[in-house]
């Protein structure tokens, strides 16, 4: 949310801005899998404490090691390792969050339960949206990073106060003996990884939304730091409102792998209106304010679409395996969610200087072409196979 004024603030090219965007997404792809083994193992309580507690020394240590003042730029060593570390100590919520939904609630629950839960990444970036640049602006990033240190203690205050292990009956009843391959041993089922890989894979267009849409509207459209920020702002807002809502709906109709198709498929074509928009002679480049107007709410549907799916996917991969691993399958899943994280922001500078936005843009829509099959495959229904047996007979197979 504050890459213009990081790039200003610590005199970074472009592709060092995108290589410290990546390194915090970095740092919780290769602790996500550690993360959710252990919450498996320890509980969600030990590991949301430990893992919060630890986050918020990273950021203060970057508050004092770290921040750029009037005349001190720091190495970009230092901002890099700071990064990196509050990537691998903040992986810790993800997993242990996710095993907590599938334990307290029911099976027809779940969806929107872990929607619900879902929305904190959302809050979180619109909370973010809205302060931080005017904190980073104003008071410096030192204490942009202690405010965010700040809350981090206040997150585990919370997980102290609220995160407790169910009843042994009520656990009981959520977590069903596993019953297949994908239950016993998720890192050896094939459905399992196929849904991760597309869970990954789609986050490209989203993490290309958030790492570098303020730097697209304030380069291309000439918007202003409060409107882009306001837009990321209500990016957030509607991801948070389409979570739930998606997760609500897909508990009453049973819907998820239609849901996700959907989804990828809609990202494809916003995605794609995004490229041609970025097109030099479209509009956008001559200045008028319904231009700009109009690339600000493509920006901003195209941000809440791609960022709609994640309870849905997530349920759907914590139901096939199980809740007894769902720390396991959530880590798996984060993990390559944050290494596309990393991957995303530091390829779009290359990307960008190759053939501009339009080519990052359809670059991101053509993530979304790939994991579509991935995240829903197509489902052979009674009437397909009948008709799959007649071409069989007819052709003498």
Request: net charge positive; glycine share 12%.
């Amino acid at each position: 949310m504050t890459a213009v004024l990081m790039r200003s603030g610590y005199r970074l090219d472009e592709a060092a801005l995108g290589l410290v965007l990546g390194l915090m997404g970095l740092g919780i792809a290769v602790s996500e899998l550690p993360w959710g083994l252990l919450t498996d193992k320890w509980g969600d309580r030990p590991v949301l404490l430990a893992g919060l507690g630890a986050t918020a020394a990273a950021l203060f240590a970057l508050a004092l090691l770290a921040a750029p003042g009037p005349d001190h730029v720091p190495q970009l060593a230092w901002l890099g390792a700071g990064l990196l570390l509050v990537g691998i100590f903040g992986g810790s919520v993800n997993g242990a969050s996710g095993r907590a939904v599938m334990r307290w609630f029911a099976d027809g629950e779940r969806g929107l339960a872990m929607s619900i839960r879902q929305t904190a990444v959302p809050l979180g970036g619109g909370i973010g949206a809205l302060l931080l640049p005017a904190t980073a602006l104003r008071f410096g990033f030192g204490a942009m990073y202690g405010l965010l240190g700040a809350l981090c203690v206040l997150g585990a205050l919370l997980a102290a106060a609220w995160v407790h292990e169910p009843r042994a009956d009520a656990a009981t009843k959520s977590m069903p003996k596993p019953e297949s391959t994908a239950q016993a041993r998720p890192m050896r089922d094939r459905r399992v990884w196929r849904l991760v890989a597309g869970i990954g894979i789609l986050c490209a267009p989203q993490f290309a939304v958030l790492s570098f849409g303020t730097v697209f509207l304030h380069d291309v459209g000439h918007v202003g730091l409060m409107a882009t920020s306001a837009t990321m702002t209500c990016v957030q807002l509607g991801a948070m409102a389409m979570r739930v809502w998606s997760g609500h709906w897909t508990d009453r109709r049973r819907n998820r792998p239609a849901y996700l198709r959907a989804c990828s498929a809609l990202t494809v074509l916003l995605f794609a209106a995004l490229g041609m928009a970025a097109m030099p002679g479209e509009g956008v480049l001559a200045g008028s304010s319904l231009a700009c107007a109009a690339l600000v709410g493509l920006v901003a549907v195209s941000g809440i679409c791609v960022s709609a799916w994640h309870g849905v996917a997530y349920t759907e991969l914590a139901t096939l395996s199980g809740a007894g691993r769902t720390g396991t399958a959530l880590g798996m899943a984060n993990t390559a969610v944050f290494a596309v994280c990393f991957v995303t922001p530091l390829s779009i500078p290359y990307l960008r200087a190759a053939h501009g936005w339009p080519l990052v843009w359809l670059a991101a829509g053509a993530c979304a072409v790939v994991a579509l099959p991935l995240l829903a495959p197509a489902t052979r229904t009674p009437q397909s196979k009948k008709k799959r047996g007649l071409r069989r007979a007819f052709s003498g197979g």
